[in-house]
């Protein structure tokens, strides 16, 4: 999914005008109705099925992208869908088998593309109980210990830096004997407003029909649209044993609540780099997001949570128009689970497990 990009089109997708403007880095807004179109990198789900020390990998047909080459199940995630169940869709499509998700297999990563878009990569550690066979858009399944990896036909050097991780964190080396990563991870609703669903086809403004989960058909001319969930990215600085969070103003979605700062990802970035420009877009603190803290979800957004060190030893934090104040919080004065926002829950427990919060 998301081969279309509406952001180089000229109608509207919500009311089919054609007066759109320019935006930063590529957004586009229409004047008519104020939706804005954004450019943001795409989302994929994988699932990194394993049985017996082996996991499964599926030979790509042909593709757009890595024809022929070998990759884990994945694909893209649709609107109306979270990264889990993109995973376990795609693992009936091309490998024909149930899957259950039993957590992260790897922190995210980037696959840059020739739009300046990139891809985001979510993995999904994953079993089966049933036996592998090609489906759509694959000609082959099978199972590689780590010394039968096909290394030199794999479709992306992202598969390969999935694998050597998950070969690195096995206990024995000729197997791929790995755990989830230790993170947080739910499904986590945003709060954020219902995002307008697509009505009108950008290349010609004629009446979009929703086929599958996140794909619009043009009823005029037949081509196909897109959506999926928006990547955001969020960094807890901590420093001397404190993290920092922030209370959301008043009139936004968890007004008055405490929050990881985060924000949407822009066309090209890492999660990491979005979630180090978002900190210091919001408190004037810089921070390294050196450790994945925790992945949280909905089927419109997904919210990667770092964690890292704050620059500078006195690091003086400034609240921006996302929030009213900055406070840094030790274990004892961390505010109550129902004074914290979306993944902050899940992510101030984390850091406290982890020692990082004292």
Not at 288 to 314: I, S
Request: aromatic share 6%.
């Amino acid at each position: 999914m998301g081969s279309l990009d509406p952001s180089t089109l000229p109608y509207c997708t919500v009311c089919g005008s054609p007066r759109l403007v320019e935006r930063y880095l590529g957004h586009r807004r229409c004047e008519a109705c104020g939706t804005t179109r954004w450019r943001n990198p795409l989302p994929v789900a994988e699932a990194v099925i394993v049985r017996d020390g082996r996991v499964l990998l599926v030979r790509r047909g042909d593709v757009e992208r890595g024809a022929g080459g070998w990759v884990v199940p994945g694909g893209f995630i649709g609107l109306g869908e979270t990264p889990p169940e993109a995973a376990m869709r795609e693992a009936g499509e091309e490998a024909q088998v149930a899957v259950r998700i039993s957590g992260i297999a790897a922190a995210p990563r980037q696959l840059p593309t020739r739009d300046g878009r990139g891809h985001v990569l979510l993995s999904f550690l994953a079993t089966t109980d049933d036996e592998p066979e090609p489906g759509d858009g694959t000609v082959d399944v099978r199972w590689y210990a780590p010394d039968e990896v096909p290394w030199d036909a794999l479709a992306f050097p992202t598969t390969e830096a999935l694998l050597r991780g998950l070969v690195a964190r096995s206990v024995n080396p000729h197997r791929f004997d790995v755990d989830a990563l230790d993170v947080a991870a739910a499904e986590v609703v945003s709060g954020r407003t219902r995002r307008a669903r697509p009505r009108f086809c950008a290349r010609c403004s004629g009446p979009l029909a929703l086929l599958t989960v996140g794909g619009w058909r043009c009823t005029r001319c037949d081509a196909w649209h897109y959506e999926n969930p928006r990547p955001t990215a969020g960094l807890l600085a901590v420093r001397n044993g404190r993290v920092l969070l922030g209370q959301r103003r008043p009139g936004t979605a968890g007004g008055g609540l405490w929050a990881v700062p985060s924000g949407h990802s822009e066309p090209g970035e890492t999660l990491e780099e979005t979630a180090a420009r978002e900190l210091f877009e919001e408190t004037g603190v810089r921070a390294v997001a050196d450790r994945l803290a925790g992945l949280f979800w909905d089927n419109e957004h997904f919210e990667a949570v770092y964690a890292g060190p704050a620059l500078g030893a006195e690091a003086e934090a400034d609240h921006r128009p996302e929030f009213t104040d900055l406070e840094w919080f030790d274990r004892a004065s961390l505010p109550s689970v129902e004074s914290l926002h979306h993944s902050a829950p899940h992510t101030t427990a984390w850091l406290v497990r982890q020692g990082l919060v004292q």
